[in-house]
């Protein structure tokens, strides 16, 4: 088969969708890989590393775009490359359709087949391809918080986990997923007082036996939340439904009930944020404040560390884009129904039933 990788283009992405040793695998199983020019420079890969392992450099998007069967990329298709997709194309990527419709409109209008790593499962029922990146984005939650809880940065001048004399800040993590333990993990780690709220009270026990007395948790009932938001320095949100739009935790009410310089941090942006208040930013431009609270909604966090992010990502893919490049979309998927619920848009229609939903379009299985 015949792969492209084009380079990311979205605000402050320096991710790339197949490192160099991914890029080896493919081209050792008899594939041609794809790669436009200074796509690896964000994690200090240059063009000659992929030569190196077999690939070809094309100079332009469009070029790799036009000689590729498939298109492996990290972020969301942007509106000039949504142009480039044709009916002929197989799109592996994240997609994060459930909060973007015009985007949803442009993949159904090129034909392409459309499969988001967010929506891929595995046996055990997690979220293979989005649990990397939601390490990350958990780690990292801990710490953009605790820099931006500086009274430097206009946050409440809390050191996250105290000094003797002095409490720890107080940490409401919402959603004891992936993110949530990892966020939880980094904020035990440097103190501080967690509390982790979720629905699933399978899950809180199974929280509450990893992290002993380390930690609290809490079930996620509108009261409980209402109570933690008011009572807490540092607010994460890390609740996702797979494929749909994230709920909307807290609202605007509760928002006025927080101390002055704390901080939310959003993790579920991609999704739409969890907030009420919450809107996409960048790195460029990460924070704003409503209510004198500080929100980041950085809608790719995991950019920031691109080189960790990238390797991470690719560990998780590479098997998944073998097979789709061994067998052809159609076959893959047929065989492996885990990678079939990858499957967002197709021949011009969506395939994903909480997609349908979430955008309020027709929904063909």
Same mark, same amino acid.
Do not use: W
């Given at each position: 088969m015949?792969?492209?990788?084009?380079?990311?283009?979205?605000?402050?992405e320096?991710?790339?969708?197949?490192?160099?040793?991914?890029?080896?695998?493919l081209?050792a199983?008899?594939?041609?890989?794809?790669?436009?020019?200074?796509?690896?420079m964000?994690?200090?890969?240059?063009?000659?590393d992929?030569?190196?392992?077999?690939?070809?450099?094309?100079?332009?998007? #469009?070029?790799?775009?036009?000689?590729s069967?498939?298109?492996?990329?990290?972020?969301?298709p942007?509106?000039q490359?949504?142009? @480039?997709?044709? #009916?002929?194309?197989?799109?592996?990527?994240?997609?994060?359709?459930?909060?973007?419709?015009?985007?949803a /409109?442009?993949?159904?209008?090129? =034909?392409?087949?459309?499969?988001?790593?967010? &929506?891929?499962?595995?046996?055990?029922?997690t979220?293979?391809?989005?649990?990397? @990146?939601?390490?990350?984005?958990?780690?990292?939650?801990?710490?953009?918080?605790?820099?931006?809880?500086?009274?430097?940065?206009?946050?409440? =001048?809390? /050191?996250?986990?105290?000094?003797?004399g002095?409490?720890?800040a107080?940490?409401?993590?919402?959603?004891?997923?992936?993110?949530?333990?990892?966020?939880?993990?980094?904020?035990?780690?440097?103190?501080?007082?967690?509390?982790?709220?979720?629905?699933?009270?399978?899950r809180?026990?199974?929280?509450d036996t990893h992290?002993?007395?380390?930690?609290?948790?809490?079930?996620?009932?509108?009261?409980?939340?209402?109570? !933690?938001? #008011?009572?807490a320095?540092?607010?994460?949100?890390?609740v996702?439904?797979?494929?749909a739009?994230?709920?909307?935790?807290?609202?605007?009410?509760?928002?006025? &009930?927080?101390?002055?310089?704390?901080?939310?941090?959003?993790?579920?942006?991609?999704q739409?944020?969890?907030?009420?208040?919450?809107?996409?930013t960048?790195h460029?431009?990460?924070?704003y404040?409503?209510?004198?609270?500080?929100?980041?909604?950085?809608?790719?966090?995991?950019?920031?560390? !691109?080189?960790?992010? #990238?390797?991470?990502?690719n560990?998780?893919?590479?098997?998944?884009? @073998?097979?789709?490049?061994n067998? =052809?979309?159609?076959?893959?998927?047929?065989?492996?129904?885990?990678?079939?619920a =990858?499957?967002?848009?197709?021949g011009?229609?969506?395939?994903?039933r909480?997609?349908?939903?979430?955008?309020?379009?027709?929904?063909?299985?």
């Amino acid at each position: 088969m015949r792969i492209g990788v084009p380079k990311e283009i979205k605000n402050h992405e320096y991710r790339v969708g197949l490192t160099p040793p991914s890029v080896a695998e493919l081209t050792a199983a008899g594939h041609q890989v794809f790669v436009e020019a200074s796509a690896g420079m964000g994690i200090d890969f240059a063009d000659k590393d992929y030569v190196a392992v077999g690939a070809t450099i094309l100079p332009t998007a #469009a070029e790799v775009f036009a000689s590729s069967d498939m298109i492996v990329k990290v972020k969301e298709p942007q509106p000039q490359e949504i142009a @480039m997709l044709e #009916a002929r194309h197989t799109l592996f990527t994240y997609l994060h359709l459930a909060a973007d419709k015009p985007q949803a /409109l442009g993949l159904m209008k090129s =034909g392409a087949t459309c499969i988001a790593y967010e &929506t891929v499962t595995s046996p055990n029922r997690t979220l293979p391809l989005l649990k990397p @990146m939601s390490e990350v984005a958990g780690r990292m939650s801990i710490q953009v918080g605790a820099h931006y809880l500086e009274k430097e940065q206009g946050g409440r =001048g809390v /050191l996250l986990g105290g000094v003797p004399g002095v409490a720890p800040a107080r940490v409401a993590i919402l959603g004891g997923g992936v993110s949530g333990l990892n966020a939880a993990q980094m904020a035990v780690g440097l103190r501080a007082d967690v509390t982790i709220y979720d629905i699933n009270n399978d899950r809180l026990a199974e929280l509450d036996t990893h992290f002993g007395n380390s930690i609290k948790t809490a079930y996620a009932s509108k009261a409980a939340i209402a109570a !933690a938001v #008011a009572n807490a320095h540092l607010v994460i949100g890390a609740v996702l439904v797979p494929g749909a739009a994230a709920p909307k935790l807290v609202t605007r009410e509760m928002l006025k &009930t927080m101390k002055r310089g704390s901080v939310l941090v959003d993790i579920a942006i991609d999704q739409g944020g969890c907030f009420e208040t919450s809107r996409a930013t960048t790195h460029s431009d990460p924070v704003y404040i409503e209510e004198g609270v500080i929100h980041y909604c950085v809608a790719n966090m995991p950019g920031a560390v !691109a080189r960790t992010s #990238a390797f991470a990502l690719n560990n998780a893919t590479l098997p998944f884009a @073998m097979k789709l490049a061994n067998l =052809g979309a159609e076959r893959a998927m047929a065989l492996d129904p885990h990678l079939a619920a =990858g499957l967002n848009v197709a021949g011009g229609a969506v395939k994903h039933r909480a997609v349908a939903e979430a955008l309020d379009l027709p929904f063909e299985a």
